[in-house]
């Protein structure tokens, strides 16, 4: 058989889940096939994630170059180790949204792939996804539960109820819902500081990065429906929607348009659009008076900023990290390297140990820039560094909030509102 392999899309090219190719075998081998040829022809990625590594194992030193020969075991090995980080889509120019010419969009054939196992051995039982649920590593550092969540905290402080003239509205991130209340707060704080109404909406549910991951499309779209619904109405209203986590962000932004069905697309476009990280929200309103840069205190440090692989896919990481040059004295220093906190890859037993061996530059690199405070947009992947960095990233919201107050920080400042 001919090992030449166009790299130009075939037939069996889609990424919606409601086309009938979608699901059918041949269409999405065709799609494999050209992947794997364009990913051996060009030698991208390989230093990314094992996924893309072991395909070049297999490829090279079992079938000689032949990608038509890697059989469906070791297929569907390369593909369960993509942790959907992202980083190929950034790197590599290759996803949907770049109108790249090839197409090859290694995460979202991910999808693709475990979709049409779904299909053929069926979702997961009740049994078994509990039993994936549970199936975490012992040495898995987790947040721990807050004593009190978001809802009954604004349903004290009447941030429950919609305002009229609405400007924003937060979408509860599980880890900051459960985990980090204070982050919410003090990004409350910093909004009302720039004069936005703001209150939480009642009754979302996680965005569910985990069930798009371990192909329960069902609950998946469920879930998404339900927010989607929770959502809509405020948004109709031009109300912002403005995501704590970049998982969550990069779902309702671009998960969601993609893989709910046709009936609810429309709606999931204008939930996109209306999405943002709070850092870029807050950057989009410096022409206006009421861009408050009016800081009482500040640390007067250097800042290790990290940017995470899925702000950078949506391209957020220089909007925030513009906020914190306001603050007198504080100079961001970027490091992009991937920590590898990707949905729950890392507190899986077969996602513990790669998820460090690969973060592991991120974490030498943070000690290497010689600063007093990190800042990471990603309540997550601050637990990450703080298991293998001995040091736990704040959030820039927080550092916003705590430089507002005049006892926020150790060092007072006088500092005057920007023309």
């Known amino acids: 058989m001919d090992r030449n392999i166009s790299h130009q899309p075939t037939d069996g090219l889609t990424y919606d889940p409601e086309d009938q190719k979608y699901s059918d075998k041949n269409a999405l081998q065709k ?9 051996h022809d060009h030698r991208m990625c390989f230093t990314y994630c094992d996924s893309v590594f072991n395909f070049f194992d297999f490829s090279d030193n079992e079938y000689d170059g032949n990608v038509r020969k890697i059989c469906e075991s070791k297929t569907e090995r390369v593909r369960g180790q993509c942790s959907q980080c992202k ?31 779904a299909k053929d051995k069926g979702e997961l039982s009740l049994c078994d996804q509990a039993e994936k649920f549970f199936e975490l590593h012992q040495d898995e550092k987790l947040p721990e539960l807050a004593q009190e969540t978001v809802e009954p905290w604004g349903e004290r402080n ?10 924003d509205v937060f979408f509860q991130f599980f880890s900051a819902q459960n985990n980090e209340l204070e982050i919410e707060m003090d990004t ?33 779209r469920t879930q998404a429906k339900n927010n989607l619904d929770v959502l809509s109405c405020s948004v109709k209203n031009r109300a912002k929607v403005t995501a704590l986590d970049s998982i969550c962000s990069l779902m309702m932004r671009r998960q969601y348009p993609q893989s709910l069905t046709t ?29 408050n840069t009016e800081f009482n205190s500040t640390s007067e440090t250097f800042v290790a900023d ?10 957020f990481r220089i909007k925030r990290r513009e906020n914190l040059w306001k603050i007198p004295g504080v100079k961001p220093k970027r ?15 077969e996602g513990f140990e790669p998820s460090i061996r ?6 030498d690199e943070m000690p290497k820039m010689e600063t007093e405070v990190g800042a990471i947009g990603c309540p997550l992947a601050a637990t990450q560094f703080e298991q293998n960095a001995n040091t736990k990233p704040m959030h820039p919201m927080m550092m916003l909030a705590k430089a507002y107050r005049p006892d926020g920080f150790e060092k007072p400042t006088l500092t005057v509102k920007e023309e």
Request: charged share 25%; aromatic share 16%.
């Open 263 to 291: 009936e609810n697309r429309k709606r999931a476009k204008t939930l996109s659009e209306a999405v943002s990280e709070p850092g870029e929200f807050l950057w989009g309103i410096r022409p206006e008076e009421r861009f």
């Open 158 to 167: 009447e941030k429950n109820k919609s305002i009229s003239g609405l400007e």
């Open 335 to 349: 490091f992009m390297e991937c920590c590898e906190y990707d949905g729950t890859y890392p507190i899986t037993v």
């Open 306 to 315: 990290h940017t995470s692989s899925h702000l950078r896919a949506q391209n």
């Open 87 to 117: 980083r190929c889509d950034v790197q590599s120019l290759n996803s949907p949204r770049e109108n790249y010419q090839y197409q090859i969009a290694y995460p979202a054939v991910g999808y693709r792939h475990w979709a049409q196992r």
């Open 358 to 363: 690969r973060g592991q530059k991120s974490f």
């Open 31 to 39: 799609k494999i096939t050209r992947g794997f040829g364009f990913y």
């Open 188 to 220: 409350t704080e910093v909004f009302e500081k720039n004069q936005f109404d703001v209150f939480f909406t009642q009754g979302l549910q996680y965005c569910d990065t985990p069930a798009w991951e371990k192909n329960q499309y069902e609950q998946a």
